[in-house]
């Protein structure tokens, strides 16, 4: 089993940034990371994910050359850091670990591809 808890989240105005950590806690080691994000009346959507070693990664085009998506293992953490930050970024922020084996050839951007979630953190941008 794998705990996540995310911390970071807050208020902040068009054009800042905010720094998401996932804190894991359990069986962490090998597990692909993920964040995705759910707006008020949308499905939850997929924003980035990264491999164990952190050397590879995916993003939503929709967040790409805005956030990254970083991890420090030594710390069971796994960070977003979103710069640029805009309205419609505006969602709960939930983080994600994969316990299943993964291929580094193929992305994981679906809810079905995780195993473990957290309970979020709400990200609001004002306009």
């Known amino acids: 089993q794998v705990q996540l808890v995310e911390s970071g989240g807050g208020l902040v105005p068009a054009g800042g940034s905010l720094r998401l950590s996932c804190l894991a806690s359990?069986?962490?080691?090998?597990?692909?990371g993920g964040w995705f994000r759910q707006a008020p009346g949308k499905e939850r959507e997929f924003v980035a994910g990264?491999?164990?070693?952190?050397?590879?990664?995916y993003y939503a085009e929709s967040v790409k050359g805005r956030f990254t998506i970083s991890r420090d293992n030594s710390k069971n953490t796994v960070y977003l850091q979103m710069n640029s930050l805009k309205p419609e970024d505006t969602a709960v922020y939930y983080c994600?670990?994969?316990?299943?084996?993964?291929?580094?050839?193929?992305?994981?951007?679906?809810?079905?591809?995780?195993?473990?979630w957290g309970q979020g953190t709400q990200v609001t941008v004002s306009s």
């Open positions: 990264i491999s164990w070693g952190g050397g590879i990664t």
């Open positions: 994600a670990a994969r316990g299943r084996t993964y291929y580094t050839t193929r992305n994981y951007d679906e809810d079905r591809d995780y195993d473990y």
């Open positions: 359990g069986r962490t080691f090998g597990n692909y």
